[in-house]
Nanobody, 124 residues
Framework: QVQLVESGGGLVQAGGSLRLSCAAS????????MAWFRQAPGEEREFVAT????????TYVDSVKGRFTISRDNAKNTVLLQMNDMKPEDTAVYYC?????????????????WGQGTQVTVSS
């Protein structure tokens, strides 16, 4: 059984930083794309960032470019999201997602495996 477990969420003031971690078990994702999505109250789930299986290709939503960094440690089957200079509009539940293919892009249907989510709240 594949499990993705997020950690690292919490409450932070605007301008602060958080680092999210996603640990995968039950399947290795070392060759496959991983991503982070988020969903704010009353909003649809939104793509945040993705990283290719090799780790050499990353894509970000425009609103987080220059502030967020996605990375992966294939030896630990883990993907990270470093979030800096955070803004109140970053407040959401953040979900880790795993894909069965090496490069999966921004479309949520390309990701077959999902974590339960971790709450991130940015106060102004």
């Amino acid at each position: 059984q594949v499990q993705l477990v997020e950690s690292g969420g919490g409450l932070v003031q605007a301008g602060g930083s958080l680092r999210l971690s996603c640990a995968a078990s039950g399947r290795t994702f070392s060759s496959n794309a991983m991503a982070w999505f988020r969903q704010a109250p009353g909003e649809e789930r939104e793509f945040v960032a993705t990283i290719s299986g090799s780790g050499t290709s990353t894509t970000y939503v425009d609103s987080v470019k220059g502030r967020f960094t996605i990375s992966r440690d294939n030896a630990k089957n883990t993907v990270l999201l470093q979030m800096n200079d955070m803004k109140p509009e970053d407040t959401a539940v953040y979900y880790c997602a795993g894909s069965p293919i090496p490069i999966a892009g921004t479309w949520h249907l390309n990701y077959h495996y999902w974590g339960q989510g971790t709450q991130v709240t940015v106060s102004s």
